[in-house]
């Protein structure tokens, strides 16, 4: 990749639900592309890292002022990878706001498949809440995002998006 990616993009954002391999996916694109790199859970205020421990799902009044700072980091850092779960276009909209140029990846991955990966992972995230993630999570369009089947190799994923952006 060249030092700066090509339009019309400023920020790629890697997302799905709880351990669809968004963080790792995302940090291994930021590092292809040699771009700022962040994983939107690292900006969630102790309230909601504590509720989702706990075992509740966060609500939408819960996520808004996450995703207002995460909305102004995708232009501070531009460009950039950000690993954000982003369920619903709501949520997406408003991660535009202050104006970045999103291209969204959404990593569709099977039920089975991340209980096991969630299983096997120390995280804040207990596997009891994965359901409802999947119930929070609004799929956008092929017109709305590039989507990848979450379960191939990172190295594969990583490769699928570099090529999209260089279309
Ligand atoms: N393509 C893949 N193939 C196999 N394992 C993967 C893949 N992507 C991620 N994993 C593994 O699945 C687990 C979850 O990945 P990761 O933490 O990246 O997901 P996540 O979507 O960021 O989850 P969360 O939002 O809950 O933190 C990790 O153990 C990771 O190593
Ligand atoms: O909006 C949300 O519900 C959250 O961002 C979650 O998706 C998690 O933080 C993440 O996936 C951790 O497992």
């Not at 102790?46 to 996450?66: C, F, H, I, T, Y």
């Not at 460009?79 to 997406?92: D, E, G, I, M, N």
């Not at 959404?106 to 009891?128: A, C, G, K, N, W």
Request: glycine fraction near 4%.
């Amino acid at each position: 990749m060249p030092d700066s990616p090509p339009a019309p993009y400023s920020a790629w954002i890697v997302m799905g639900v709880s351990g669809s391999g968004k963080s790792t996916v995302a940090e291994a694109l930021a590092n292809a592309m040699q771009v700022a790199y962040a994983d939107a859970d690292d900006f969630h205020p102790p309230e909601n890292v504590a509720k989702m421990r706990s075992g509740v799902p966060l609500e939408d009044v819960d996520r808004w002022p996450w995703l207002d700072t995460l909305s102004r980091w995708l232009v501070e850092e531009s460009p950039c990878v950000l690993a954000c779960s982003a369920h619903k276009q709501s949520h997406r909209t408003r991660l535009a706001q202050h104006g970045a140029a999103i291209r969204f990846v959404y990593l569709h991955t099977d039920i089975q498949t991340l209980r096991q990966r969630m299983e096997s992972r120390e995280h804040f995230m207990p596997v009891s809440l994965l359901q409802t993630q999947f119930d929070a999570m609004e799929p956008p369009s092929e017109d709305d995002a590039l989507i990848l089947d979450g379960t191939l190799p990172v190295d594969q994923l990583v490769a699928a998006i570099v090529s999209d952006a260089r279309r």
